[in-house]
């Protein structure tokens, strides 16, 4: 009988142990901490057909995993239509967060205000939504970023010149603060001390195809083009692949992007493009994941609105 109850004993203590081993790594927050019952991160992408936006996927997943959360990725493919439906799927796969780089500012708006009202913590990057209650919108100083081309390109043709801008997805915060930027320095119209002058303006929706597309048009039209200003490095690739197939490389077109992209410093090493206004897209997806793991650990609220700083590059 001894013997018995001893055996019970060491049962009963086993099993308070496997009790207590079970708890660990919950935290206060419902499993943020540590790897076991680790938190999920959705991060919506407008379009990882654009090369660059990689690096910003590839920030937030390393440091989500490095802080033990789980991070599901979505592809919104340049359609602002996608992301509704991409926002409602992560919250049935119960996410904690949403990082989300919006296609347009107001697509998303009511999806978010979904996730808002769950106290799901929003971090919007590189755009802004249309919407109360974001936890943060970080994002490179676009404005300051297109003043920087324009100051770059006075520096580089002081005598002036003729300028064509390819802008962005129309209506969204880079195409109109980048754009923006640069005309307040280059266009005459708002800056009456400057040479230049805005021959014409297409736009290039931030993707190679339609920037190449809309530069071979222009090409034709034009034969006195001196500059093209691409609102991104993915169009700038396109302005260039139009220069070349159009025979115009003699030319000596001057091209500047804007990102800090691969691509671009391949172009730029091989003579076929100048410049790029360079933004910090590394750190600011683990920014992005450092806000909301704080808001989820302690309630810590970042600033509203943070900006980070660009600067020209012309070598990698």
């Given at each position: 009988m001894k013997k018995f109850s001893l055996v019970l004993v060491a049962f009963f203590l086993l099993f308070l142990g496997a009790c207590s081993n079970s708890d660990e790594g919950k935290g206060e927050a419902g499993g943020k901490e540590g790897k076991e019952g680790k938190g999920k991160i959705a991060l919506l992408m407008a379009d990882l057909g654009n090369p660059f936006f990689h690096v910003l996927r590839d920030s937030v997943v390393k440091q989500g995993e490095e802080l033990g959360y789980e991070v599901i990725v979505y592809d919104g493919q340049n359609d602002a239509s996608q992301q509704p439906s991409q926002i409602e799927d992560a919250l049935q796969k119960g996410v904690d967060a949403i990082i989300i780089n919006p296609a347009d500012e107001s697509s998303t708006a009511n999806a978010l205000k979904d996730a808002i009202a769950q106290n799901i913590p929003v971090v919007t990057v590189d755009r802004s939504v249309d919407v109360d209650g974001v936890l943060s919108y970080l994002v490179t100083d676009n404005l300051k970023g297109g003043e920087l081309a324009g100051e770059w390109l006075q520096e580089k043709m002081p005598e002036g010149g003729n300028v064509i801008h390819m802008e962005g997805v129309m209506g969204t915060a880079p195409q109109r603060e980048r754009g923006g930027g640069f005309l307040s320095v280059i266009d005459p119209a708002k800056n009456p001390d400057s040479k230049f002058k805005i021959i014409d303006t297409a736009v290039g929706d931030f993707s190679m195809a339609p920037a190449e597309a809309a530069m071979s048009d222009l090409l034709a039209k034009h034969d006195d083009i001196d500059v093209v200003f691409a609102q991104n490095d993915t169009m700038a690739v396109g302005v260039a692949r139009a220069i070349e197939t159009a025979g115009r490389e003699d030319d000596g077109i001057v091209i500047i992007g804007f990102d800090g992209a691969k691509e671009a410093y391949d172009l730029i090493e091989q003579?076929?493009?100048?410049?790029?206004?360079?933004?910090?897209?590394?750190?600011?997806?683990?920014?992005?994941?450092?806000?909301?793991?704080?808001?989820l650990k302690d309630g810590t609220k970042p600033e509203a609105e943070v900006l980070v700083d660009v600067f020209m590059s012309d070598s990698k």
């Open positions: 003579g076929k493009m100048s410049v790029t206004a360079v933004q910090d897209f590394e750190f600011i997806g683990a920014e992005a994941v450092n806000y909301v793991n704080g808001f």
